[in-house]
């Protein structure tokens, strides 16, 4: 009989120092992601994303960054400026920033649907980067397309 694998979930606070330190090593994190702010691009609990420091971030990339308040948060990078980067959720319609370059701890490489690794190199997730990342004025229109785009692409993907 296989053993049950447990997961826990630790606060995101106790947790980042361990995740600024591994990065620094140059590793890469995989991590679960919690809530429905990049959705319909991740999903709560069901999706995880690869996280790298590699490179400077830059417009649509989807990083790790922390709040003012110390709350660390997964967003994209809707716009860069000189003053930091404007950060959006997939899932909201309230830019936030500017965020400054020292609160970004990383960026999302691609992400895990199941077992199956996505990177945001392939062309449905740039497709779906520059529609969605472009249209922030028009997202509560454009999202029900959206989502039935990536069924149809679900559909497609098990054809194959």
């Not at 308040?69 to 997939?90: K, Q, S, T």
């Amino acid at each position: 009989m296989k053993p049950e694998v447990g997961h826990e979930q630790i606060e995101m606070q106790l947790l980042l120092p361990f995740l600024k330190e591994m990065l620094a090593e140059g590793r890469e994190i995989k991590m679960t992601v919690t809530g429905n702010s990049m959705y319909p691009l991740l999903r709560d609990r069901q999706d995880s994303v690869l996280l790298t420091t590699t490179g400077q971030p830059k417009k649509f990339d989807i990083a790790l960054f922390v709040r003012t308040n110390g709350e660390a948060v997964l967003h994209r990078i809707v716009a860069c400026g000189d003053d930091g980067f404007i950060m959006l959720g997939d899932n909201q319609y309230e830019k936030e920033g500017p965020i400054g370059p020292e609160q970004i701890v990383a960026v999302a490489k691609g992400f895990y649907r199941g077992t199956r690794f996505i990177p945001f190199e392939t062309w449905w997730c740039r497709l779906y980067t520059f529609i969605w990342g472009n249209a922030c004025g028009m997202r509560r229109v454009l999202k029900p397309f959206v989502i039935w785009v990536g069924k149809m692409i679900k559909r497609a993907e098990r054809m194959e």
